[in-house]
């Protein structure tokens, strides 16, 4: 029978991004036969794919390193080897009750579901800027939010901002085909010793206490001028790249009716439930007393989801 909304299918769980996560969460609902959709609002892997794919991972469980591209792909191939709808350039704009179901409604159309999980991450989330004169102008012509593929770096001047583990990391793979600097406004850097220590060991050249003042060139970047203890000085560049964190952009979670924290997370309960009926969430979404942003917290968190979000569904009696 036809639902009010027209739509036939229903789907036992419908999952909301396609990051570590979603896909995580898309892996375990399948391995319980769950009718599974995944709608990612661009393209699948999350933050692993659109801010830092050239990145080592080296505190995933099972692998000493991966490469955050390659980790992506193989939870991409293992959710859909398993039998999960995984449509990409679908973002959801509502999550509607219906009549004995969800309806998860997207500017493609509308999804039944018996349950809805939340991954949806950093939402629309957009990279710091510096904020300093030539960043926007030079945007794409050697200004860069993420580290370009090897091949790319190779020959060319690179200035890393930041003073995080990514930032080290990224610097670490440039500083292994070509001249690298490192820029960071405080003395010390606020990372894990182990990358530091790596950092100190390698060629990159690390400016502390310094502070970019403009980026500086014509139909490209060609130098950045740096501020340090008082004085200005140019650094020849042909990539600038800024790593100093996310904005997150969580605005749809207030149009979806769910709980939130002061922080503007999901609220959810041990069992990775929401205040709503039948949805749960997971990730860098979601905030709790101890909550740490990692890939192996969000893919832990997705496995508890979907055991709730089966328990929801299916009844079993053990539950
Ligand atoms: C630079 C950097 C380096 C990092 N390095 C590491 C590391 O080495 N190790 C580690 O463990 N962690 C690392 N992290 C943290 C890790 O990336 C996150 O904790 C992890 O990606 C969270 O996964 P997620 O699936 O919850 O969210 P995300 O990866 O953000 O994925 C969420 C997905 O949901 C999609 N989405 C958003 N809104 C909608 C919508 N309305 N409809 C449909 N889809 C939507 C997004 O497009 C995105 O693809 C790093 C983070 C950053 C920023």
Redesign the pocket.
């Known amino acids: 029978m036809e639902s009010l909304y027209g739509i036939k299918m229903c789907y036992d769980i419908v999952i909301?991004?396609?990051?570590?996560?979603?896909?995580t969460a898309g892996i375990f609902a399948r391995s319980k036969m769950m009718k599974t959709l995944i709608?990612?609002?661009?393209?699948?892997?999350?933050?692993?794919?659109?801010?830092?794919p050239e990145?080592?991972?080296?505190?995933?469980p099972g692998f000493e390193s991966v490469q955050?591209r390659k980790l992506s792909d193989r939870l991409y191939a293992q959710a859909e080897s398993l039998g999960c709808e995984i449509r990409e350039n679908?973002?959801?704009?509502e999550i509607n009750d219906g009549d004995e179901e969800l309806i998860v409604v997207?500017p493609k159309g509308s999804h039944r579901a018996r349950s809805v999980l939340v991954?949806?991450?950093?939402?629309?989330?957009r990279p710091k800027k510096m904020g300093c004169p030539g960043e926007d102008r030079l945007s794409g012509r050697g200004v860069s939010y993420i580290l370009p593929v090897k091949e790319e770096l190779v020959g060319k001047k690179v200035v890393m901002f930041g003073g995080?583990?990514?930032a080290i990391?990224m610097a670490l793979i440039s500083d292994s085909v070509t001249d690298t600097a490192i820029v960071h406004r405080r003395p010390e850097f606020r990372a894990d010793e182990s990358n530091v220590d790596s950092l100190r060991k390698s060629n990159v050249r690390a400016l502390m206490n310094a502070s970019v003042v403009s980026f500086n060139g014509g139909d490209a970047v060609e130098s950045v001028t740096l501020e340090q203890d008082g004085k200005t000085f140019d650094v020849p560049a042909d990539l600038a790249v800024i790593?100093i964190?996310?904005d997150a952009n969580m605005d749809?979670l207030k149009k979806w009716g769910l709980e939130l924290t002061p922080g503007g997370l999901v609220k959810v309960d041990v069992n990775m439930g929401t205040n709503r009926n039948g949805v749960f969430a997971?990730?860098?979404?979601v905030d709790y007393p101890g909550k740490y942003?990692?890939?192996?917290?969000?893919c832990g968190e997705?496995a508890t989801a979907t055991q709730s979000a089966y328990k929801f569904v299916k009844k079993p009696y053990w539950a």
């Open positions: 909301i991004g396609a990051g570590p996560a979603g896909l709608l990612e609002a661009g393209r699948v892997g999350g933050q692993l794919m659109s801010l830092y990145k080592g991972i080296h505190n995933y955050a679908e973002k959801v704009v997207t991954a949806i991450g950093m939402g629309d989330f995080g583990n990514s990391e790593n964190g996310i749809d997971c990730g860098d979404a942003k990692q890939i192996i917290t969000a997705a």
